[in-house]
């Protein structure tokens, strides 16, 4: 596993208090990859998104933040993004690169979004990606109920096509490998 980073995207401050599908799961469950990341001394990387000046999500500003709740140690590597692709003009590629990473596991918000625009650059990329289930999570918009949208990026889009899709209490195993 020392090949294995795991990605936790955009949960920032303004994304939690906006009340996304099962907010308070998505919490716990990057709470017990970082666990599962800490005793497998994997990396962990985190993913910030700036949305620009004016919105919730604008550099330097309180919603900007991480979650304090899964928050990065000291010298944790953060990339600010301005665009869905983690990879797009961050260096995350490069970085990834130069510390030998060749899978993923990714988590965070949002899945339509950020998670799949991540999620499909790094398979172009050529890695080998994981997405725990329920480590995702978006909100209810005017076509699709969250749960089911997340449900379907999971089972119909990622699973078997770009990533392996994988229960959260499979994970442990998924680590000692």
Same mark, same amino acid.
């Given at each position: 596993?020392?090949?294995?980073a795991l990605l936790i995207i955009?949960?920032?401050?303004?994304?939690?208090?906006?009340?996304?599908?099962?907010?308070?799961?998505?919490?716990?469950?990057?709470?017990?990859?970082?666990?599962?990341?800490?005793?497998?001394?994997?990396?962990?990387?985190?993913?910030?998104?700036?949305?620009?000046?004016?919105?919730?999500?604008?550099?330097?500003?309180?919603?900007?933040?991480? #979650? &304090?709740? +899964?928050? %990065?140690?000291?010298?944790?590597?953060?990339?600010?993004?301005? !665009?869905?692709? $983690?990879? /797009?003009? *961050?260096?995350?590629?490069?970085?990834?690169?130069?510390?030998?990473?060749?899978?993923?596991?990714?988590?965070?918000?949002?899945?339509?979004?950020?998670?799949?625009?991540?999620?499909?650059?790094?398979?172009?990329?050529? #890695? &080998?990606? +994981?997405? %725990?289930?329920?480590?995702t999570t978006t909100y209810d918009?005017? !076509?699709?109920? $969250?749960? /089911?949208? *997340?449900?379907?990026?999971?089972?119909?889009?990622?699973?078997?096509?770009?990533?392996?899709?994988?229960?959260?209490?499979?994970?442990?195993?998924?680590?000692?490998q």
């Open positions: 596993m020392k090949d294995t955009d949960v920032q401050n303004s994304m939690i208090v906006d009340n996304p599908y099962n907010g308070k799961l998505l919490i716990s469950n990057i709470q017990k990859l970082l666990q599962l990341a800490k005793d497998h001394s994997l990396p962990v990387i985190y993913i910030r998104h700036d949305g620009g000046k004016g919105d919730s999500l604008e550099k330097g500003t309180p919603g900007w933040e991480i #979650y &304090e709740e +899964i928050a %990065p140690p000291k010298n944790s590597p953060i990339f600010d993004k301005r !665009f869905n692709s $983690a990879f /797009k003009e *961050t260096g995350l590629h490069d970085y990834l690169q130069s510390v030998n990473i060749q899978k993923l596991i990714l988590s965070g918000l949002q899945t339509e979004y950020c998670i799949d625009a991540t999620c499909k650059s790094a398979f172009d990329l050529g #890695y &080998e990606i +994981i997405i %725990p289930e329920n480590s918009n005017a !076509f699709f109920p $969250a749960d /089911k949208l *997340t449900k379907f990026f999971e089972t119909k889009i990622w699973s078997g096509r770009f990533a392996s899709v994988i229960p959260m209490e499979h994970m442990p195993t998924e680590f000692s």
